[in-house]
Structure formats: C-alpha cells, structure tokens
Nanobody
Framework: QLQLVESGGGLVQPGGSLRLSCAAS????????IGWFRQAPGKEREGVSC????????KYADSVKGRFTISRDNAKNTVYLQMNSLEPEDTAVYYC??????????????????WGKGTLVTVSS
C-alpha cells in the first residue's frame, strides 16, 4: 500500500523552529516531485514548497521564503521541511504530497497524486 506519513509537528513559540519529515512506504520517492502544503482553519490548502525529483530544484511560497528549507534524502525515502523563524500565521496542518516529475513546475495540489494525512503545527506563545 502506498503511503506518505508526516511527522515532526507540534507546538512551538514564535521565532522557534521545527523540522517536518515525510516518509514514504510502499513505493520509492526518487521518481516523484514532492510538495509540502498547509491548511489553516477556515482557509484553503496552499502550496508551501516543492522539490524536484532529483532534489536539484526547489521553490517556495513568498510567505516562507528565507525561513523554510525543503530537502530530500532519496536513500532514506524521506523529504524534510526545515521551518525557522516561525510565526503565528504558520499555524496549520501540514501535508506532504507526491506527484509526477512535471508537477514540480506548478507546485499545486491538483498536480499531486499521493497525500499524507498531515501533521499539525501550532505557533503560539
């Protein structure tokens, strides 16, 4: 069974850091572009960051540029999202998703084939 499982969420104070992980089982990630998306209460799910299948290219939403870093370790079948300088506006459920290599270019939820169930990130003092 193909699965993506997110971990690493939690409660953090403003200015703090978290590292999210997205582990795949039942398939290998190295073919796929991977995206991180988030959905805050009452809002639509939005793209945060995407990484190409090779890991050589990345893109970020303007709201997280300079604060978040996406990376992948294909040997571990895992993708990461390092989140620094967290703000209350970053509070959301974070999802990872896998799509065909071309889905990297648009980094949109519609281009993704497989989704995890999400991990909650709460930024609050």
């Amino acid at each position: 069974q193909l699965q993506l499982v997110e971990s690493g969420g939690g409660l953090v104070q403003p200015g703090g850091s978290l590292r999210l992980s997205c582990a795949a089982s039942g398939f290998t990630l190295d073919y796929y572009a991977i995206g991180w998306f988030r959905q805050a209460p009452g809002k639509e799910r939005e793209g945060v960051s995407c990484i190409s299948s090779s890991g050589g290219s990345t893109k970020y939403a303007d709201s997280v540029k300079g604060r978040f870093t996406i990376s992948r370790d294909n040997a571990k079948n895992t993708v990461y999202l390092q989140m620094n300088s967290l703000e209350p506006e970053d509070t959301a459920v974070y999802y990872c998703a896998a799509g065909p290599p071309g889905s990297y270019y648009y980094c949109r939820r519609g281009g993704m084939d497989y989704w995890g169930k999400g991990t909650l990130v709460t930024v609050s003092s």
